[in-house]
């Protein structure tokens, strides 16, 4: 039972930063987080713009699990 509570807490952490981001996107204060990750991994910023949000979460979401 333990693992599927901490799964369900991780997904609700994730869920949590995932909606965080999204709305700072909107408002335009992570473009240079997203332009970095664009630049590093070979993506667009603007066509590969929900996988790099994606990927901003959960290196947010395992930082904070390991830290």
Known sequence: ???LH???Q???QFETILDRLLDQDKKGLI???IN???KNYGLHEDDDRD???NFLAEFILYDMNTS
Do not use: G, Y
């Open 51 to 53: 996988e790099i949000i």
């Open 6 to 8: 901490n799964q369900a």
């Open 36 to 38: 970095t990750v664009a």
């Open 1 to 3: 039972m333990s693992n």
């Open 10 to 12: 991780l997904e609700n």
């Open 31 to 33: 473009d240079d987080e």
